[in-house]
């Protein structure tokens, strides 16, 4: 049977900064292995950023959203089924940052994928500096993207006070006790982790963190109909109309909308990679991109957003 891993987290937490890592040390292992990226939206700007891991010991796969619940699951299973025929050693499936963390374990149970795959690790990827005020629907995501998870990893840690991240400890409880689960997380639980900051006696560790099983109430709500997301393609924005775009509408106090997550890629000379949470924003240098700008969060309008980036 393949080993399967589940790497989830709520947007922005860091997913695909830390899945780059993890799959880097099952190349080095010289490891085959298949990156399944299960996006909420029409593009997967997530698969582009991965782009440098494909080679002989790495093959990307993706299901994109844009469609309701039910044919987002018809495609995630399709789309195993055909990577189960491939012999990989392993297989990661990174989702979006609002994935039914339930769809994953429900899929696997169905024939023929309950012959051929085999639950591995279930790690969770939480922003040391998660951010505090999270709606009802958003915090019960949350909870259960931790609640059966084997390995916790608090990411960015290095960019945060220890009084920051005992906060978001606090929340992540906080928002089990909400959802009735029984699970508390320890401090000597988490992996308080950064880029590149990962020893290879910890990446041993998380492949055999296995998962865990606790009951939780679950949250009958739709995440296609309580979030939306406004794609801006083939602009050519600048850096500043990307900087002041973002600042402008993670902080309007006086719009309807709330944004939570604007990610893509611009071109300024070299390919840059465009991340933004209402706590951080980060941009680097990619090998290469494409010209969009993905804008996730409820209530958004489509107009503003493009009134934001001057278009």
């Not at 963190?209 to 606790?214: D, E, H, I, P, T």
């Not at 850096?239 to 071109?267: C, N, P, Y």
Request: charged share 30%.
């Amino acid at each position: 049977m393949v080993k399967i891993d589940l790497i989830t987290g709520f947007l922005g937490s860091g997913k695909t900064t830390f899945i780059k890592e993890y799959a880097s040390y099952f190349i080095s292992q010289k490891k085959h292995i298949g990156i399944l990226e299960n996006d909420f939206g029409a593009v997967n700007v997530d698969m582009m950023a991965l782009k440098e891991l494909e080679g002989e010991y790495c093959e990307l796969e993706m299901v994109a959203g844009g469609c309701d619940a039910d044919c987002h699951r018809r495609r995630f299973k399709t789309k195993l089924i055909s990577m189960g025929m491939l012999g990989y050693d392993r297989i990661l499936v990174e989702p979006s940052g609002i994935f039914d963390v339930d769809e994953f374990f429900d899929v696997l149970r169905e024939e023929p994928l309950d012959r051929w795959y085999e639950i591995g690790s279930v790690i969770a990827v939480v922003d040391s500096g998660l951010e505090e005020n999270l709606s009802r629907e958003e915090n019960a995501i949350l909870a259960s993207e931790v609640a059966n998870a084997g390995r916790i990893i608090f990411s960015k840690s290095d960019l945060y006070e220890e009084e920051k991240k005992e906060a978001t400890l606090a929340h992540l409880n906080h928002a089990l006790q909400q959802v009735k689960c029984p699970r508390e997380i320890r401090k000597e639980e988490i992996l308080f982790g950064s880029e590149g900051q990962y020893s290879n006696n910890d990446f041993e560790e998380m492949i055999s963190s296995g998962y865990k099983l606790f009951d939780y109430e679950k949250n009958y709500f739709n995440s296609f109909d309580i979030f939306q997301t406004v794609y801006i393609m083939d602009k050519k924005l600048s850096r500043m109309q990307v900087e002041e775009g973002t600042k402008k509408l993670m902080t309007d106090s006086d719009s309807a909308m709330r944004v939570f997550r604007i990610k893509g890629f611009f071109h300024e000379e070299e390919w840059q990679e465009f991340n933004a949470t209402r706590e951080n924003i980060s941009i680097k240098k990619i090998t290469d991109g494409q010209d969009v700008i993905i804008v996730i969060g409820e209530n958004i309008s489509e107009d503003a957003v493009l009134k934001a980036f001057q278009l």
